[in-house]
């Protein structure tokens, strides 16, 4: 690892959290207050890491993922059913894990989890960006706490032979 990326990734740890929004932010007790002032505000969706290898924790991830999925895409065809003539898709690639929460202690099993999509019709055109935060408990299941459509559908971004199935 270079001497550069270490450096940053030390600032990273060092200098910034997540708020409540999701926004990647400076610490108000950074240990390196000359540092961190050059640290900007990144947005979460922009500061996902992406994973270039297969690991237990994706794979576990994953098949979370999938088992939300039809949920999430209930909520998808009842959010879009006014501005698409058609329910839009959604993959699980296109699902990131924003946040996981234990919500009573360690070993708790009440949980929430934030996970936001990018749902599409036809050959994977983006039709928008959605924040989903289900409860995962052995009390209620699994209940979508919180829905936020973040962005889309917008005209220009669809090709004209698809521009149709916008009302």
């Not at 050059?38 to 270039?52: L, Q, T």
């Not at 003539?85 to 099993?109: A, C, H, S």
């Not at 929430?112 to 599409?120: F, G």
């Amino acid at each position: 690892m270079s001497k550069w990326l270490m450096h940053v990734l030390v600032l990273l740890t060092l200098c910034l959290n997540f708020d409540s929004l999701g926004v990647l932010k400076q610490k108000s007790d950074c240990s390196v207050p000359a540092a961190c002032s050059d640290v900007f505000e990144i947005h979460a969706a922009n500061a996902v890491i992406k994973p270039e290898q297969d690991s237990r924790e994706l794979q576990l991830q994953d098949m979370l993922v999938l088992q939300l999925l039809p949920k999430m895409h209930d909520k998808l065809t009842e959010a879009y059913s006014d501005v698409l003539t058609g329910t839009p898709d959604i993959y699980p690639y296109y699902v990131d894990v924003i946040e996981t929460e234990r919500l009573n202690g360690f070993r708790g099993f009440d949980l929430r989890i934030t996970l936001q999509a990018v749902p599409t019709v036809g050959p994977h055109i983006p039709v928008g960006e959605d924040r989903f935060t289900f409860q995962i408990s052995p009390i209620v299941g699994v209940k979508l706490l919180e829905f936020k459509h973040l962005k889309g559908p917008k005209k220009e971004d669809f090709p004209p032979n698809y521009q149709d199935i916008l009302r």
